[in-house]
């Protein structure tokens, strides 16, 4: 079992193939953090505790005049709230009295093989091969009756640990769950980086490094989003970590809207780490009888640095996260019309593109915003989901029916959750939206954010979207959502409830993203937030994709899928050639380098076809080829980052290693030059290290060691240009 109790010294130990994780019961039935870190023998690390005479730490009561004992100092597993330690807390609760305090302790706790459930929540998953053991753990308080069911789900081969707290209103009148965090980890010590992935509308996900000071760290999201501005991924690391060595630990949310991670460093250097849903704008009215389930996060640790921090994540996700078929799928080439036309299109100058397309080797056309209601611009029409026959003639079906004649797979564009003002679904339900009594909405982007906390709204949601899926051959669906919320107020939930409405937003969004993809298993869903807004594991668990950024420069782009490659797999990010300049950065940068960057990650394209010469056609024809030749190992393999964005070498480089390390593509993009370069050498990772290697293209013939460690010469390159390499291992 992964997962043991040991009576006599109180400890919970987990165990996965490389580490370990330990808890203790404390005299008072307090529950202690003690480890998370690399695999240790069993023993009771409850020594690393030494009492002392805290000033102004308090005591709890039944500590009687020990001085030492204090919650204030002594690294909890959830903390208590209000009854002394003053850190950033687990929970808030406002008991039925109005006190606001928990202060719980163990009464109990279970272990059992297979995964705790998650009541409408995205989770990660056990499949067949996987060896899953679950403990949980109840705190009590003795006063309110609060209860907090701590759940740990060991997958033990993976190395991964998932956690969350399910809140139980034990007592006989109702509470308020201000805060709840769906894990806390206390470490005792304070010498640790902070790296998060912060960003902005079409610049997402930039990796930020901070060493950890006194006072409390923060990344956050209050839009209803997890956002473009920060991503509910973060790890802590040791000061000397990097790619390839040193201790670091992941934590990652499996949330798409409001999240908070805080990192404190406490008075005594020591380290607390929270995360869960955001407590702005929260609030969860709980009667006597009723359970909160919090979200989960799943943790991970390597000693190895983050390269094979990310490759536990990217085996997890791959695996036990994305539920759809196409997980394991090719994905077909997608051709998408919105850098191409906008919203000015009809059903002649979208064939034409999509002809052209065929010749180019794409094999799916994505008709993007425009193609319902009255939308001609992006101020109207959203909500009327029926066809707009100014622009596509003779209907849906027989448009798909004309792509599909022309050898192509078809996918449409929607934005379920908005409604536009100038559109007859916000005419005939304006209760609809969120909006604020007597206040008139604010808007973005025009547009207005459904009430999905309504189960109507849900039910209108999912019956129009089937029609439409279900009238004509739609095969890939981009799912987008382009703003973020304001004025969350509903008028369908009473006084208590309004706290509730930013999660049940979310909770009605799963809802509907289950009836809609679990309905059309076949149908390849790809998410999207203008761009990256929304890229997270939630996310992932219904959209094996997600359309990445609306930047598509090819050189901004290699920061945006550095950053996105720490904690999500690569067949998971959407990445499209579009043309130059760029409409973006009005950057120029090769066709080539255009592909080559795309190849990172999902390939497709985003362009009018029918402007593009035979010669660049045939470029899209080769590119396409090379990426389905690498698809095995760009898709399933292991991901090395090369470099970091803005490295004194002056390019940004990448690889994927097959899982059996007999095959890697190398990728390099200059980003900088300089006159008289001195000569640089590319080290490759992951091979393996006595095993002989051919570099497609050049005979001669290297040991893996050989390319690790002396590296490969970068050829002489201009600025923006790009180089590929095959790397494939010899036969014995
Ligand atoms: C968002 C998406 C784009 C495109 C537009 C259409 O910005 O990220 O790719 O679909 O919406 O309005």
Redesign the pocket.
Request: charged share 45%.
């Given at each position: 079992m992964a997962v043991r109790y040991f009576e006599e010294t109180k400890t919970f130990i987990l165990e996965t193939k490389q580490t370990t994780y330990q808890m203790k019961m404390d005299q008072y039935g307090y529950l202690l953090h003690l480890y998370y870190g690399e695999k240790i023998k069993d023993q009771d690390l409850g020594y690393l505790i030494q009492p002392k005479d805290r000033g102004f730490s308090p005591n709890p009561h039944e500590a009687g005049n020990d001085r030492t004992y204090s919650l204030d100092v002594l690294p909890q597993e959830f903390s208590s709230d209000g009854c002394g330690d003053y850190r950033k807390s687990s929970i808030e609760i406002k008991n039925g009295d109005g006190s606001t305090s928990f202060l719980g302790k163990v009464v109990g706790h279970r272990i059992y093989s297979g995964k705790y459930e998650l009541n409408g929540l995205p989770g990660v998953f056990q499949t067949e091969k996987d060896t899953v053991d679950t403990l949980e753990i109840c705190l009590q308080d003795q006063a309110s009756k609060v209860m907090v069911i701590l759940c740990y789900s060991v997958f033990e081969e993976k190395d991964m640990i998932t956690r969350t707290v399910r809140v139980k209103n034990n007592g006989s009148k109702p509470i308020y769950i201000n805060r709840i965090m769906s894990m806390m980890m206390d470490f005792m010590d304070a010498e640790f980086d902070f790296i998060h992935f912060n960003g902005r509308h079409t610049m997402e996900r930039n990796m930020t490094r901070t060493p950890i000071s006194s006072g409390v760290q923060s990344i956050e999201s209050s839009r209803g989003a997890s956002s473009h501005q920060h991503n509910p991924f973060v790890i802590m690391c040791r000061p000397t970590a990097d790619e390839d060595q040193g201790d670091c630990y992941g934590f990652s949310f499996v949330y798409s809207g409001n999240f908070l991670c805080e990192i404190e460093k406490d008075q005594f250097d020591q380290t607390r780490v929270v995360f869960g849903i955001n407590p702005r704008g929260f609030s969860y009215y709980l009667q006597p009888g009723e359970s909160f389930d919090a979200p989960e996060v799943v943790l991970s640790y390597s000693d190895q640095g983050f390269s094979k921090l990310s490759h536990q994540y990217h085996d997890l996700y791959r695996e036990n996260l994305c539920r759809s078929s196409y997980t394991h799928k090719e994905r077909p080439i997608v051709i998408n019309s919105?850098e191409a036309t906008y919203f000015d299109f009809d059903d002649k100058k979208l064939l034409n593109i999509a002809k052209e397309a065929v010749d180019m080797g794409v094999e799916l056309f994505v008709l993007?915003?425009g193609w319902f209601g009255k939308r001609d611009s992006?101020d109207s029409g959203l909500g009327d989901w029926s066809v707009n026959t100014d622009k596509l003639k003779n209907g849906l079906d027989d448009f798909v029916q004309k792509i599909n004649n022309l050898g192509l797979k078809f996918g449409l564009?929607m934005e379920p959750e908005m409604v536009s003002e100038d559109s007859d679904l916000y005419r005939s339900h304006p209760e609809w939206c969120l909006k604020i009594k007597d206040r008139k909405p604010t808007r973005g982007r025009y547009q207005l954010v459904l009430d999905l906390s309504r189960k109507d709204v849900c039910d209108y949601l999912i019956n129009s979207i089937n029609s439409i899926l279900d009238g004509a051959n739609i095969e890939y669906v981009?799912w987008?959502m382009?703003r973020n919320m304001t004025d969350v107020w509903s008028s369908y939930h009473g006084y208590e409830h309004q706290g509730e409405i930013f999660h049940r937003y979310i909770l009605g969004l799963y809802y509907i993203l289950d009836q809609v993809i679990l309905t059309h298993p076949d149908i390849l869903f790809c998410g999207?937030a203008?761009?990256g807004g929304r890229f997270d594991p939630g996310m992932l668990y219904y959209h094996p994709e997600i359309?990445c950024s609306?930047n598509t420069d090819a050189i901004n782009r290699l920061n945006i899928q550095y950053g996105t490659s720490f904690g999500y797999p690569i067949n998971t990010i959407e990445s499209h050639v579009s043309v130059c300049p760029n409409h973006q950065t009005a950057r120029t940068t090769p066709l080539n380098t255009r592909g080559v960057v795309a190849m990172d990650g999902i390939l497709g394209y985003e362009l009018d076809s029918t402007k593009l010469s035979k010669e660049q056609k045939q470029q899209c024809r080769e590119q396409i080829d090379i990426y389905k030749k690498y698809y095995h190992i760009i898709a399933y393999g292991d991901y090395y980052r090369l470099t970091k964005p803005y490295d004194a070498c002056g390019y940004m480089a990448w690889q994927h290693v097959s899982k059996d390390r007999k095959e890697a593509v190398a990728s390099l993009v200059k980003t900088e030059v300089e006159s008289n370069e001195p000569q640089k050498y590319l080290k490759l990772k992951g091979l393996e290290a006595d095993c002989f290697y051919k570099i497609l293209g050049n005979d001669g013939v290297y040991s893996g060691k050989v390319l690790m460690k002396a590296g490969i010469p970068v050829p002489v390159m201009e600025q923006y240009e790009a180089w590929q390499c095959h790397i494939v291992a010899l036969e014995v």
């Open positions: 919105w993007d915003d992006d564009w981009k987008d382009n999207c203008g761009g359309w609306d």
